[in-house]
Every structure is written in structure tokens, then in C-alpha cells.
Nanobody, 125 residues
């Protein structure tokens, strides 16, 4: 089992940047594929980015491709989401998640086994 704690959210102006972090408990972080999801008010949760166990493979939603970068540091049990060129449409609660499946796990989130509590990102226009 793994526990996930997100941090780094906040209020930023459009065009700005934020870096989210997700710290995982336990000694087997490198055995999990990781992902970031977000949920805006009144909307369904959506996939943002995913990374495989080693960090060598990543996958992004079209809406964030070229602006967001997912990375991980297995020595620090942490996954990151660097968000650049933010727009008000990026406003949401951002969640990190861990999956026991191999490879890069995208999709609706059904492939993920553990979730963090979320961190709010608000982008003002």
C-alpha cells in the first residue's frame, strides 16, 4: 500500500507556472506507475499526465501537451508536475495517483489503485 500527499498548488496568474509535487510513503515507490488527474467544479475528473515506473516513458493529455511536464525521482519517492503557460481552464483540484500496472497508465483513472487528497490550482485571468 502507498499513501500519496500532493503539494504545490495555489493561485497564479494566467501565463504563470506552478510545480506540483506528490510525495509517496513506503519503500516500493519505484514499483508504481504514476499519474496526475484533475477535476474542475462541475466537471468529471480528467487525465492529465502519466509516467512509467522508471520515468523513461510519459504520456500527456492533448490539452496540456507542450505545457506540462511529468517527472519522478524514485530516490525521493516523489512525482512532479511542472505546469507552464497556465490558463484559467487549468483551474482544478489536481490529484496524483499510483498504479500497480506496468507501463504508462492513462485513461479515466480506473487503472489506478491509490489516490492523494488533491491540491487546488487556481489560475486567474
Amino acid at each position: 500500500q502507498v499513501q500519496l500527499v500532493e503539494s504545490g498548488g495555489g493561485l497564479v496568474q494566467a501565463g504563470g507556472s506552478l510545480r506540483l509535487s506528490c510525495a509517496a510513503s513506503g519503500r516500493t515507490f519505484s514499483s508504481y506507475a504514476m499519474g496526475w488527474f484533475r477535476q474542475a467544479p462541475g466537471k468529471e475528473r480528467e487525465f492529465v499526465a502519466a509516467i512509467n515506473r522508471s520515468g523513461r516513458s510519459t504520456y500527456y493529455a492533448d490539452s496540456v501537451k507542450g505545457r506540462f511536464t511529468i517527472s519522478r525521482d524514485n530516490a525521493k519517492n516523489t512525482v512532479y508536475l511542472q505546469m507552464n503557460s497556465l490558463t484559467p481552464e487549468d483551474t482544478a483540484v489536481y490529484y496524483c495517483a499510483a498504479s500497480t500496472r506496468p507501463g504508462v497508465v492513462a485513461g479515466t483513472g480506473a487503472g489506478y489503485d491509490y489516490w492523494g487528497q488533491g491540491t487546488q490550482v487556481t489560475v486567474s485571468s
